[in-house]
Nanobody, 129 residues
Framework: QVRLMESGGGSVQAGGSLRLSCAAT????????MAWFRQRPGKGREGVAA???????NYADSVKDRFTISQDNYKKILYLQMNSLEPEDSAMYYC???????????????????????WGQGTQVTVSA
């Protein structure tokens, strides 16, 4: 059974950094894609960044050049390095996994919530002004 567990959330001031981690058990990295989503108060869940087994990545425009997604295939951990954090980044951050991804997935509909098969419980990030 695939399990995803996020960690690394917390409270920081604007301009600060955090690194989120997502430990995945029983998930085959060599086939699938993984992503980070976030949900701000009163908003729907939105895609932040995604990565596939070939290390191709994609990002939401709002986080490009500030956030970096990466993965350790041996340890089965997904990361999200978040720099230059802004109050608008405050949200619950979720790790998501898709069992099998095509070449076009990471380049097209990577930020479609319904495409993902597994989800973590989330970790809270709060950025103060």
């Amino acid at each position: 059974q695939v399990r995803l567990m996020e960690s690394g959330g917390g409270s920081v001031q604007a301009g600060g950094s955090l690194r989120l981690s997502c430990a995945a058990t029983e998930f085959r990295y060599n086939r699938g894609c993984m992503a980070w989503f976030r949900q701000r108060p009163g908003k729907g869940r939105e895609g932040v960044a995604a990565i596939d087994s070939d290390e191709a990545t994609n990002y939401a425009d709002s986080v490009k050049d500030r956030f970096t997604i990466s993965q350790d295939n041996y340890k089965k951990i997904l990361y999200l390095q978040m720099n230059s954090l802004e109050p608008e980044d405050s949200a619950m951050y979720y790790c998501a996994a898709k069992r099998s991804c095509s070449w076009s997935f990471i380049r097209s509909w990577w930020n479609t919530e319904d495409e993902y098969d597994h989800w973590g419980q989330g970790t809270q990030v709060t950025v103060s002004a």
